[in-house]
């Protein structure tokens, strides 16, 4: 008996629809892969894992982190030290001291401004002598017979000589120049012309230098007379 064909064999079942994979698992699953993929060509080569670099740094950050920097910074603060500690303890004074200082007044004498530039007429001449300065000092004096009457109180030949005798027997460059004056000077003086005398000053570090008579010549004050003093 012949077999009619197709009769025995088994009627067909319908396929399952395939399922459906989810785009961010299948993302997932492929970094994954890759993670993998990293760490075996790790372990073949011996390399560690590197860490990430850090994206967008600051500059600055990297600058305050060198150690150049410190090192940098830290001579500069040595050589302003040694700077300010020379022109505090061994300067003479700027050329531009007088300039500035000075009230207006024209020609060899020049002195502070009004009203108190009488005290710092005297003031400065004290200064001046502390370091030595004959030029600033005597050109305080207006005439030359005026410097003259000072170089003989102190044995010199000129003005410049006696600052310079002044100034050796000067034991406190700082306290001396830092004369100080009474209240009663310090007011706004009644005239334009005014005496001043060593004596009713403090003065510290350096011998006191006389009697000055100060006046307001144009907008400033200068030396117009001075006398020994009887303090010393």
């Not at 920097?69 to 050329?95: E, G, I, K």
């Not at 108190?116 to 000092?137: I, P, W």
């Not at 012309?193 to 570090?205: F, N, Q, Y």
Request: aromatic letters at 12%; hydrophobic letters at 35%; one cysteine or more.
């Amino acid at each position: 008996m012949t077999d009619e064909p197709g009769k025995d064999l088994a009627p067909r079942q319908p396929q399952p629809p395939a399922p459906q994979i989810d785009p961010e698992q299948l993302r997932q699953f492929q970094e994954f892969q890759r993670f993998q993929e990293y760490q075996r060509y790790q372990e073949a080569t011996g390399q560690a894992p590197q860490p990430p670099k850090p994206q967008g740094k600051r500059w600055w950050l990297a600058v305050l982190g060198s150690r150049i920097f410190w090192r940098a910074l830290f001579f500069l603060l040595v050589v302003f030290s040694v700077m300010w500690a020379y022109n505090h303890f061994f300067s003479t004074d700027d050329p531009g001291d007088i300039a500035q200082d000075s009230g207006g007044v024209t020609g060899p004498a020049q002195g502070l401004s009004a009203p108190a530039g009488l005290q710092g007429t005297v003031g400065m001449f004290y200064k001046h002598v502390s370091f030595g300065d004959t030029t600033r000092a005597c050109t305080l004096f207006l005439r030359e017979d005026t410097r003259q009457k000072f170089a003989n109180a102190y044995g010199a030949s000129d003005c410049a000589e006696a600052v310079k005798t002044l100034k050796t027997r000067v034991t406190s460059v700082d306290r001396y120049q830092q004369v100080m004056f009474p209240p009663e000077m310090l007011k706004t003086p009644p005239s334009n012309r005014v005496t001043i005398d060593s004596c009713a000053l403090t003065v510290e570090g350096g011998p006191r230098l006389g009697l000055f008579v100060v006046e307001k010549v144009d907008a400033g004050w200068v030396v117009t007379d001075w006398s020994p003093g009887t303090c010393g």
